[in-house]
């Protein structure tokens, strides 16, 4: 019934996912191919003539090995033509249908160079960010702009003492879009201006990073006016706008500010240990594939329940080889105080943005001296 | 040491979110208090001055009820203006960061009319999709057109054979995007014209409705090609291109098609019973809300693992009042045999399209007689 098959070429590059798969060896072996065929083909197997498709489009099946996490993890490998070379058909090639089914984990993802090399990766990267922030070894001091409520000129007032005083990524809160409280516009041009004049009387370079997630033919024009009021970065939510939009934003030359994004709506892939995607993959690889300079994610010990074993493997993503593609920061924050910056120095390291939101208001009554007791907690890291 | 809040009016509409949080009666109170904060002006609340943010910004919680599926049952409702009408803000205020924590499930969304009329919602809907197709009352028939690796003429050639014996909407299948196999132009144009030749032969009404998930730039220009090739409709993935592009998609009258939704990516919401999104507001209301005039789901009993219950939970939400929306069509699908029909239209009514997609090949040899095997099971529902 079925007609011709295609003559391409293929080039035999494969892309290989690892899934954990609950169950028994013979229920992970018995999963993993099912996995190979619903990625792929999704079409009864045994009524493909035999040829292009058996070989070279239903997934191969390279390993399957115990975990000492419980389930066996399941090496499976795609022709790389499969995923048509489009970020949006790749994440459907590792998990479209098969995130639907329980009991099944991506667990990290390798990709040949004809594949990443279609992706530019992040402009900035630690080096990047490090250089224009004029900060070479100390980890970076980020804070938000908050609470939604506070006008635009309050919201600058904040920005200005935020960055008089030390810090150096002053960011939107995620929830601050276009609301009539502090209009997008108004918003953007009063914080890029106080920060600007903070700099000016400092001699410092903090960045503000205004919020860009938003309608799908807004997000361009939004950042594009953050760039022309003198913002000196972006923020952005896949979870909200498809990791398909950073990677648009972050590859922009006309743009080409420093893309932060933030983990709104992505917490329903990590809160199931059995299912849906590894922190590392979700909040580290994917990001950093998509150019983000820097992945927000809740750190261990603050409100939110990540355990420090996945933040550190956040962590390595971030900064492990992947080809041409450039290391990014981690950026832990949720419900941090200022008191935990010691520990998580430990943790991360000297390449880590703090990310201290309320806890920076609430250390005592002064939020100047607040900043400048953060400010001096990461210029003590032993470098 | 915060400063003005905003001066705009607000005008006491609200949105009204349901949420079913694990745990004993003061855990869940606890928890919703918290739910209330963090998805509006994450801030330590005792640190807001008194006035506009505590009582118009911070959620408020309207209800707590014990739920007979465990935890219980939290209407918490938040200004309407915080969402900035914008579909991305929204999602990020129903469940933005506490998607990040365990135990909280979004089981319901109540809009007030200000926020409901900013969206068109579905140009066809259930009668305009009849209409269309010229199928007043029967259940409507729909199948995919894969596996993937076959040319787009041996597509074509099956897309001929499926209109011409009494299948009403052929769709790509959904992992068919631009590939070396059956690039999209190509593919896209031999479809569509097989197709109307079908119909011209028949004086049938079967439309062709390739899958526009690509990237950001291309979706537009790929439903444009797909408008001027003469295909009837467009498939798109909003966990891969975000809601909002499924929205502006729908919303475009230089399109005017009517848009079906796919749930790939969007399984990890759903395979945890006490966390993520309920399956009638992820795969019935968002759709709907998003102007999708048909939603495509796993079916009960297929190679997923849906239950009835959470079927008809969806099926509810496609059909149920929501202001001037028009109503959907559930699209139920997912390794069905045709052998499951009649107990298909027990569970739906004559209101559902069903999918079929490798089990119309599983049936016999001849697929012109599946097909016309699976229309006449549609025709005998007693209307």
Wanted: aromatic share 8%; net charge negative; hydrophobic share 40%.
């Amino acid at each position: 019934m079925l007609g011709r098959v295609a003559d391409c070429q293929l080039s035999g590059d494969r892309v290989f996912v690892y899934y954990r798969i609950a169950g028994t060896e013979a229920e992970a072996c018995e999963k993993a191919r099912i996995i190979a065929v619903e990625q792929t083909v999704e079409f009864p197997a045994d009524l493909i003539p035999p040829g292009l498709i058996h070989e070279k489009v239903i997934g191969r099946i390279e390993s399957i090995q115990k975990t000492d996490r419980g389930g066996y993890l399941a090496g499976i490998s795609y022709s790389v033509e499969i995923t048509a070379f489009e970020l949006t058909q790749l994440l459907n090639v590792v998990f479209g249908n098969s995130s639907i089914k329980p009991g099944i984990r991506v667990e990290g993802i390798e990709m040949p160079e004809s594949l990443l090399g279609r992706f530019e990766g992040p402009r900035f990267g630690r080096s990047g960010l490090r250089n224009l922030l004029g900060i070479p070894g100390r980890p970076l001091l980020c804070t938000a702009l908050k609470p939604m409520g506070l006008s635009s000129g309050a919201l600058a007032d904040l920005a200005y003492t935020f960055a008089a005083n030390g810090i150096d990524i002053i960011k939107d809160d995620h929830g601050l879009t276009d609301q009539c409280f502090a209009g997008y516009r108004e918003r953007v041009e009063s914080c890029s201006e106080a920060v600007l004049r903070a700099n000016k009387e400092t001699g410092g370079k903090a960045i503000y990073m205004p919020n860009i997630t938003g309608p799908v033919d807004d997000i361009l024009p939004r950042a594009r006016l953050a760039r022309n009021a003198g913002a000196g970065g972006l923020l952005i939510a896949p979870g909200l706008v498809g990791f398909d939009a950073v990677r648009r934003i972050a590859g922009d030359d006309s743009i080409g500010m420093p893309v932060f994004s933030h983990p709104a709506l992505q917490g329903s892939f990590v809160v199931s240990p059995d299912s849906g995607i590894s922190h590392g993959v979700l909040f580290g690889l994917l990001p950093r594939l998509c150019g983000a300079d820097a992945t927000i994610y809740p750190n261990v010990g603050g409100r939110f329940s990540f355990s420090a074993d996945e933040c550190r493997e956040i962590t390595a993503h971030t900064g492990t080889a992947f080809g041409h593609i450039r290391s990014i920061f981690p950026c832990p924050g949720g419900g941090m105080d200022i008191g935990r910056v010691p520990e998580m120095l430990d943790i991360y390291g000297r390449d880590v943005i703090f990310l201290i939101g309320g806890g920076l208001f609430s250390r005592g009554p002064d939020l100047a001296e607040n900043c400048r007791f953060f400010h001096r907690l990461a210029e003590t890291y032993p470098v």
